[in-house]
């Protein structure tokens, strides 16, 4: 499937892009890239103005002025994607799971960005299994 295809095939109320601390010396993954295009390139303002912080555990919830067919996107710090550890990845699970509790959102499509490592999306992929407002969570890489 086609990165834009998948972008407006998705219709979860909430999407949640994980960006690590290193975006501003690459470029963000390609689908999280498309998702800040269609929005206006706003995350990409937003991160270099200083009103996002990208530090591990850093949340920020962002409009979406009616660009993409969703509510909400969240945007959630890695830190260091470089130093992302099994223990972290189960650290940041329940924050996001605390987050989506209360966001009141039980389906939202997760985006981690392709230089996530993978051992860490794993843990993030385990994990959900045994946290109800994961469950039923859509996970993405790239």
């Known amino acids: 499937m086609a990165l834009r295809d998948e972008v407006h095939s998705h219709q979860e109320k909430t999407w949640i892009l994980c960006i690590a601390e290193n975006f501003v010396t690459k ?28 530090k591990f555990g850093d949340r920020t919830l962002m409009a979406t002025s009616g660009l993409l067919p969703v509510e909400k996107i969240l945007i959630m710090g890695l830190g260091n994607s470089e130093q992302l550890t099994t223990a972290q990845g189960k650290i940041f699970i329940q924050d996001l799971s605390q987050t989506l509790e ?9 985006i981690m960005a392709a230089d996530t490592p993978p051992k860490f999306i794993e843990e993030i992929k385990k994990s959900r299994t045994s946290i109800n407002s994961l469950s039923q969570a859509n996970i993405s890489v790239g």
């Not at 470029?27 to 990208?54: A, E, H, R």
């Open 27 to 54: 470029p963000l993954s390609p689908l999280i890239d498309l998702v800040d295009w269609y929005n206006n390139q706003l995350l990409t303002k937003s991160i270099l103005g200083g009103q996002v912080k990208l």
């Open 102 to 110: 209360k966001l009141g959102e039980t389906n939202p499509w997760v």
